[in-house]
C-alpha cells in the first residue's frame, strides 16, 4: 500500500524528530522552522515590524552587536539557530570562508571557550587551548559556588562603588537620581547580609540557583535542566528563603542590615533581588578572571589574538550567543570586544547577543549596544488564544511530517539547491485513487501538509492530554508535543501498524463511556483497536455523532474493515492490504437504540463521566448528600480514636462530629469532579481526577454513582421500598463495595480534620479549667485532665466565700463537657487514650497561651476577691508586728486575758459578745492556726498575676479565714464597747478609789493595763 509511504520510517523519525534543539541538524531545522514576527527598535524611531529576512539583510550590513531581546520561551536560541543555518548558505559567508562560532544556551564555559578557539592554529591558542582544559579539569561545582559565594560580596560592593559615581551625573532629585539612591543603600547593606554564614549556606547550598550556575559553568545543561532548573534567583524563592530564616541564627551585621533593609516591601524585596542577581553575574566575573589566565594576559588580550590572526587569513568573524545569561562569566569582557572597532590589524567582527527581557548583565549596557547597532530586535508574544492554540500545534506537527517523510539525505539535497527559498516543498508521493481517498480522509494542517497518520482531531485529543496545564487550558510546549504526539506514535507503534493492529496500544486517558458501550456491543473482533480509534481520532461521544465526523477510510486505513461499515462516507474502499486475522464478512449494521430519553438521571451522569458537560449543579448537590448520609449511616467501629458525641459546638444546636466537619451551613464538603459548586474549601472528593478520567476506574465510579442517586430516589417516595427494585441488587452490591472502601477513608481524613479544629482548642480550654480551679497534678498531668468533675469537687478544699463558689460552680459545671471533646478526639477504640496524640496537644495548647479565663470566669473571680478584701486587709493590720506563728498565738492569748480582765473588773459587754463564744472561737483558731495559710492569704492583696491568685483562692482554708476573720471582728465590737467605759471610770473615780481598787485586782490589773495601753495604740494607728 502505497499509503504506508506517508508514514515516515522510524530511521527518518529519529533524525528529523528530536526533543534536544540542538541535535536537530541544519537541513531539518530549516524544515521545521515557523517564521517569527519581530519588531525592531531605535533611539530615533518607533517600533517597526519585521521578518526574519530583514534581520538577516541587517546583521550581513552592520558589523556591530545586534540584540535580540524576548521573553523566555519564545524562541531566542532557535532563531539564533535559523540564522546560523542560513549563512551557511550565504554566497558571501562561503566564498569569504568567514569563521562563524555559535554559542549554545547549553554549552559549559569550557566549551564556550574551545568553540572559540576552534579551527585556530598557533602557539597562542594552543597555550589557550591547555589552559581551559587544566582548569576546566579542576572545577569543581561545590568549590564553584563556594567561590562565588565569597565574590557575591565584593560584587554588591562594586556595584555601590559605581552607583555612587554615576549619581554625580545625575540630575537631583530627579527619578533617575532616586533609583540610584536607592542602589546605593541596597548595595551599602546587602554585603553584610549575603556575608553571613546561615544566610550564605542557602544562597549556595547543593539545590540553589548558584549551585546550578556552577554545574553549568563545568559541564553545561541539557533542554530539560535549562527548563526545570533555576539560574536566577526568583522573587518567589527570595521571599521564601527571607520568611524562613531564624533572626537569632543570623550574626548581628547581618540582623541590622536585615532590619535596615525591611524587605516585607514587594517593592523593597524586588530590589534587593535584582542587586543579588547582579552580584552573582559578577561574582562570576571575578571568579572567571581569576581562574583563566591565557599567557601573560587575559580574556580580551586573547580575543585580539583571535582577530589579528584571521584578519592575516581576510576572514570575517560571526559570534552568534543564544542566551547571554549562559556565559554570564564573560558577559561583560564579550561585550566589551564585540563593541571595539575593527582595525589594521583586526579583522571584520559581527555578532548577535539573544538576550531574556530585563536581563540585568544586557540592561546596564543597553543604550550603548542599541545605540551601536542601530535597531534592538524583539521576538513579538502574540500570546495565543485557547482557540489558536490547537491550530498552531496542528501546524507545527505538519512541518515536522513533512521534514521526517523527507528525511535527512533528502533534506540535505532540496535546501543545497541554488534557488531554493524558505518554503519547504510538500513532501508527496504518487497514489491511486483508493489511497488518495484515505489520505484526504486524515485531513491536512492549515499549511496544506497531509497529516496521516493522524488528523486535527487526533492532533488535538492528544495535546488536551498532554499539553494541558492545572487549569485545563492548552499550552503550546513544543518538547511535550514532540515526545507525546508524534514520537509517541510515529516511532513508537510503527510495529503496530505494520502488523495491522495499530492504534490498540495507544494509551488513552479520557474515556468516553457511551461511546465505550455502543462499541462494546457491535461484536467487533478487535473492539480495543476500534474503541482507540474513534476515541482519538474523533471528537465525538457516540456511534449516531460517529456517522457524520469520521470517515470510514479511517477506519479502512488502519485495518479496521468491520468498523467502518459504522463510519461515515458511502464510497466502497478495497481492504488497503492483506489482514492479518482471516477475512470476514461485515456483519450486517446492528441498528443502535434511541436513547431512552426518559430517564434523564442516566444521560446526566453520562455527560458528567464523558466530560461532555459539568454535574447539573441540583444533581450534585443531591448527590453530595446521599454521599454524606452514607457516611452517617455507616457503623463508626473503623474510626478508631472517636465517638460521634454532640459536642463539638456550642449553642442551642450542638453537630455531630460528622456535622462539624463535613458541613458548612447547608453545604457539603464534599468535592466532585468537573462540578461547578464545590466548596472552595472541600474536606474529601468522591473520587480523584484520575480516576475520574481512567477507563476502568471512572466505569466503576459512574455506576457507583447511578447506584447511590437511583437508590435514594426511589426510596424518597417510597421508604419501605429499600433495594427490592428492578437493578437494586446490583446497585446495592456497587453501593457496599463503593462504601466499604470509600468511608474509613473519609472518616480518616475528617478525624484528622476534627484534631486539627477542635483538639488543641479543647484540650486548651481544659487546662484553662484546671488553671482556674487552682488543682494540683494528681498523679500526672494526663491523668489530672481526664479526671470527672465529682471527683475533682471532692478533693477541693472548702471555698473561701460566696464568690469563689460560684466560679468554681462555674468551671466545674464545663469540666465534664469539655473533657468529652478532647478525650472522643484521642480515644483509641474508645477504651484508652492515645498519649502521645494527647502530650503534642497539651504542647501546642501551652505554646499557644492562651489559657487565661474568659471574661465570665474573670469576673467571678474578681467578685470572689472583692467580697473577702477587706477582712484579709484587717487580718493584715492585725498580725503586722507578729514575725511567725509562736508572737501570733501570743496575741491571741493576749487578748483572751484581756476578756478575761475586763470582765473581772465588771466591764466586759456580755450582752453584745457572749466571753464564752469568743473564748471558745480563739480556742478553735490556736488549735488549727496554720501561719502559711495566713501569711499565703494577704498575697492576694497585693498579687497581680491572675494565674497566681487563682491559685492563692483555690488553696486557702475557708473556714480557717471565716474563723480568724470573725475572731478579729469579735475583737472590734469589745474595743468599741468596753474601751469607752474603763476610760469614763478613769475619768471620775479619784486616786485613792482608783490605788485601792488596783491594789484589788493586784497583778491581774498590771498586765491589764499593759495589754489595754498596746492594743489601744494599735487601734489609734489602725484609725488613722
Not at 518567589?236 to 520568611?243: G, L, P, R, V, Y
Not at 552580584?279 to 566575573?285: E, F, L, Y
Not at 488553671?771 to 477541693?796: F, P, R, Y
Amino acid at each position: 500500500m502505497s499509503l504506508e509511504r506517508y508514514w515516515p520510517s522510524v530511521q527518518n523519525v529519529i533524525d528529523c524528530i528530536k526533543t534536544e534543539a540542538e541535535e536537530l541538524s541544519d537541513e531539518a531545522l530549516l524544515a521545521v522552522h515557523e517564521p517569527m514576527q519581530l519588531t525592531k527598535f531605535s533611539s530615533n524611531t518607533f517600533e517597526e515590524e519585521a521578518t526574519e529576512k530583514d534581520l538577516l539583510e541587517h546583521f550581513l550590513r552592520i558589523d556591530r552587536p545586534i540584540p535580540i531581546v524576548a521573553d523566555a520561551g519564545l524562541g531566542k536560541s532557535h532563531l539564533i539557530r535559523w540564522l546560523h543555518a542560513k549563512l551557511k548558505n550565504e554566497k558571501i559567508v562561503q566564498e569569504e570562508n568567514w569563521q562563524i562560532v555559535r554559542i549554545p544556551k547549553n554549552a559549559s564555559l569550557r566549551q564556550t571557550l574551545h568553540l572559540l578557539l576552534n579551527g585556530l592554529e598557533g602557539d597562542v591558542f594552543e597555550n589557550a587551548r591547555k589552559q581551559v582544559d587544566e582548569v576546566g579539569n579542576t572545577l569543581v561545582a561545590r568549590k564553584i559556588a563556594d567561590l562565588f559565594g565569597t565574590h557575591l560580596k565584593h560584587g554588591i560592593q562594586d556595584i555601590g562603588e559605581e552607583s555612587v559615581q554615576l549619581l554625580d551625573n545625575c540630575q537631583p532629585g530627579s527619578a533617575e537620581a532616586q533609583e540610584v539612591i536607592k542602589r546605593i543603600q541596597f548595595a551599602k547593606q546587602l554585603p553584610n547580609l549575603v556575608d553571613d554564614i546561615e544566610f550564605k549556606s542557602r544562597l549556595i547550598g547543593d539545590d540553589s540557583y548558584i549551585y546550578n550556575i556552577a554545574t553549568r559553568w563545568i559541564k553545561g545543561a541539557t533542554e530539560e535542566e535549562l527548563h526545570q532548573k533555576e539560574f536566577a534567583l526568583s522573587q518567589k524563592d527570595f521571599d521564601s528563603m527571607i520568611e524562613e530564616i531564624e533572626i537569632d541564627d543570623l550574626s548581628l551585621p547581618a540582623r541590622k542590615a536585615l532590619s535596615a533593609l525591611r524587605l516585607d516591601s514587594p517593592e523593597r524585596s524586588k530590589k534587593a533581588l535584582e542587586i543579588i542577581n547582579e552580584g552573582v553575574g559578577r561574582a562570576s566575573q571575578t571568579a572567571f578572571q581569576q581562574l583563566f589566565q591565557f599567557g601573560s594576559g587575559n580574556f580580551q588580550d586573547l580575543f585580539k589574538e583571535i582577530r589579528k590572526h584571521l584578519k592575516a587569513r581576510n576572514q570575517t568573524l560571526v559570534i552568534l550567543v543564544e542566551d547571554l545569561a549562559a556565559i554570564s562569566a564573560i558577559e561583560d569582557v564579550l561585550i566589551d570586544c564585540l563593541l571595539e572597532e575593527a582595525k589594521d590589524e583586526l579583522c571584520t567582527l559581527k555578532s548577535v547577543l539573544a538576550v531574556t527581557s530585563g536581563y540585568s548583565g544586557y540592561t546596564r549596557r543597553q543604550n550603548t549596544i542599541r545605540t551601536r547597532a542601530k535597531f534592538e530586535w524583539q521576538i513579538k508574544n502574540n500570546q495565543d488564544s485557547q482557540e489558536d492554540i490547537p491550530t498552531k500545534i496542528v501546524d507545527f506537527c505538519s512541518r515536522y511530517l513533512n521534514a521526517a517523510r523527507y528525511g535527512k539525505s533528502q533534506l540535505q539535497d532540496v535546501i543545497s539547491l541554488e534557488n531554493w527559498d524558505d518554503n519547504i516543498p510538500i513532501w508527496n508521493d504518487e497514489l491511486d485513487e483508493s489511497d488518495s481517498l484515505c489520505l484526504e480522509a486524515f485531513g491536512k494542517s492549515s499549511l496544506q501538509i497531509p497529516l496521516f497518520p493522524f488528523n486535527k482531531e487526533a492532533i488535538v485529543n492528544l495535546a488536551k492530554w498532554y499539553c494541558s496545564n492545572d487549569s485545563g487550558s492548552l499550552i503550546f510546549n513544543p518538547r511535550d508535543v514532540l515526545n507525546d504526539i508524534l514520537l509517541n506514535i510515529l516511532r513508537y507503534q510503527r510495529n503496530d501498524y505494520e502488523a495491522g493492529i495499530f492504534p490498540k496500544n495507544v494509551e488513552l486517558k479520557e474515556r468516553k463511556p457511551t461511546l465505550l458501550a455502543e462499541l462494546s456491543n457491535l461484536g467487533l473482533s478487535t473492539p480495543q483497536q476500534a474503541i482507540t480509534l474513534c476515541s482519538i481520532w474523533s471528537d465525538k461521544s457516540s456511534m449516531e455523532a460517529l456517522k457524520s465526523a469520521l470517515p470510514k477510510e479511517v477506519a479502512i486505513s488502519f485495518n479496521l474493515p468491520e468498523l467502518a461499515p459504522y463510519l461515515g462516507s458511502e464510497i466502497h474502499i478495497p481492504t488497503p492490504r492483506p489482514i492479518v486475522v482471516a477475512p470476514q464478512k461485515p456483519p450486517e449494521p446492528v441498528p443502535i437504540p434511541a436513547p431512552n430519553k426518559a430517564d434523564l438521571l442516566e444521560e446526566q451522569l453520562g455527560k458528567w463521566f464523558n466530560n461532555e458537560a459539568p454535574i447539573d449543579s441540583k444533581l450534585a448537590n443531591f448527590f453530595r448528600s446521599q454521599l454524606y448520609t452514607m457516611i452517617e449511616e455507616s457503623p463508626l467501629s473503623e474510626w478508631t480514636g472517636f465517638e460521634n458525641s454532640k459536642v463539638f459546638e456550642v449553642g442551642k444546636t450542638k453537630k455531630t462530629a460528622i456535622e462539624a466537619i463535613l458541613k458548612s451551613d447547608k453545604l457539603f464538603l464534599i468535592s466532585l469532579p468537573n462540578s461547578n459548586n464545590n466548596n472552595a474549601l472541600p474536606l474529601v472528593e468522591f473520587c480523584s481526577e484520575h480516576d475520574f478520567y481512567d477507563e476502568k476506574s471512572s466505569n466503576v465510579l459512574q455506576r457507583t454513582a447511578l447506584a447511590i442517586i437511583r437508590y435514594h430516589r426511589t426510596n424518597k417516595d417510597n421508604p419501605s421500598t429499600g433495594w427490592n427494585y428492578e437493578k437494586g441488587y446490583e446497585d446495592f452490591a456497587y453501593y457496599k463495595n463503593f462504601a466499604e472502601k470509600w468511608v474509613p477513608h473519609v472518616l480518616k481524613v475528617a478525624l484528622k480534620a476534627l484534631r486539627k479544629k477542635y483538639l488543641v482548642r479543647s484540650v486548651d480550654k481544659q487546662l484553662m479549667l484546671l488553671n482556674g480551679l487552682g488543682l494540683k497534678e494528681q498523679g500526672s498531668l494526663e491523668n489530672t485532665l481526664l479526671m470527672k468533675s465529682v471527683h475533682i469537687k471532692s478533693i477541693l478544699k472548702e471555698p473561701l466565700n460566696s464568690g469563689f463558689e460560684q466560679l468554681r460552680t462555674a468551671l466545674l459545671d464545663q469540666w465534664d463537657d469539655t473533657q468529652k471533646v478532647w478525650s472522643s478526639l484521642v480515644l483509641i477504640e474508645n477504651v484508652a487514650i492515645d498519649s502521645d496524640i494527647l502530650k503534642a496537644a497539651i504542647k501546642e495548647a501551652r505554646k499557644n497561651g492562651e489559657e487565661k479565663l474568659d471574661p465570665a470566669l474573670r469576673r467571678l473571680k474578681k467578685a470572689a476577691i472583692d467580697e473577702i478584701k477587706p477582712n484579709l486587709l484587717k487580718i493584715k493590720m492585725f498580725i503586722s508586728d507578729c514575725e511567725n506563728k509562736e508572737e501570733f498565738q501570743d496575741l491571741l492569748e493576749d487578748i483572751r486575758e484581756v476578756y478575761k480582765s475586763i470582765q473581772d473588773l465588771g466591764f466586759y459587754p456580755d450582752e453584745i459578745l457572749k466571753r464564752k463564744t469568743a473564748n471558745q472561737d480563739i480556742k478553735i483558731l490556736l488549735e488549727t492556726l496554720s501561719w502559711i495559710e495566713v501569711k499565703n492569704a494577704i498575697k492576694l492583696i497585693t498579687v497581680e498575676d491572675e494565674q497566681k491568685e487563682i491559685e492563692i483562692l483555690a488553696n486557702l482554708d475557708g473556714g480557717l479565714i471565716t474563723l480568724l476573720s470573725k475572731v478579729l471582728s469579735q475583737w472590734e465590737t469589745f474595743e468599741r464597747l468596753a474601751l469607752p467605759k474603763i476610760q469614763s471610770v478613769n475619768n471620775t473615780v479619784g486616786k485613792h478609789q482608783l490605788s485601792a481598787l488596783n491594789q484589788g485586782i493586784k497583778n491581774t490589773n498590771l498586765n491589764l493595763n499593759q495589754t489595754l495601753s498596746h492594743l489601744t495604740t494599735f487601734t489609734e494607728n489602725d484609725c488613722k
